[in-house]
């Protein structure tokens, strides 16, 4: 247990949409099986201040990579980055970083930069309708 004062979060959005596909069960304490979906914008909107920081990667749905997802560009996915950020509250204290772990590329030398661009361009976008 950390102390909610001196700790703080930094949540990987599309990670934790991951998991959500992922874990849907849970051993209890008392070594029952139960069913607990993990709900990402849940967890943060209940210890709120915690979460200050967000990688915000996006995913096309794929249930047959085992994930769950695949990794895209942000804002070109199927993760629905409005009604996450809607959820969570305290608009102007959360802070997302466009983050692309898949970006760079041995065959295409400008990967990268077209997907910072492809993201830094959503998350304006997002941000704008979010005002």
Do not use: C
């Not at 139960?34 to 749905?61: C, I, M, Q, S």
């Not at 990579?65 to 608009?91: A, L, S």
């Not at 970083?97 to 997002?126: C, H, I």
Request: glycine share 6%; net charge positive; no cysteine.
């Amino acid at each position: 247990v950390t102390d909610p004062k001196a700790v703080w979060l930094e949540m990987d959005i599309f990670w934790a949409h991951v998991a959500q596909y992922k874990f849907h069960t849970y051993t209890a304490h008392d070594g029952t099986q139960r069913e607990n979906v993990f709900d990402p914008a849940a967890l943060v909107a209940r210890h709120n201040k915690r979460y200050p920081l967000f990688h915000a990667k996006d995913g096309t749905v794929n249930t047959s990579n085992g994930m769950g997802y695949d990794m895209v560009p942000f804002g070109t996915g199927d993760i629905d980055y409005r009604t996450f950020f809607t959820r969570v509250g305290h608009r102007t204290y959360h802070n997302p970083m466009v983050e692309q772990d898949n970006a760079p590329s041995s065959t295409d030398a400008g990967q990268s930069l077209r997907f910072a661009k492809t993201g830094y361009d959503n998350m304006a976008a997002l941000r704008k309708r979010r005002r």
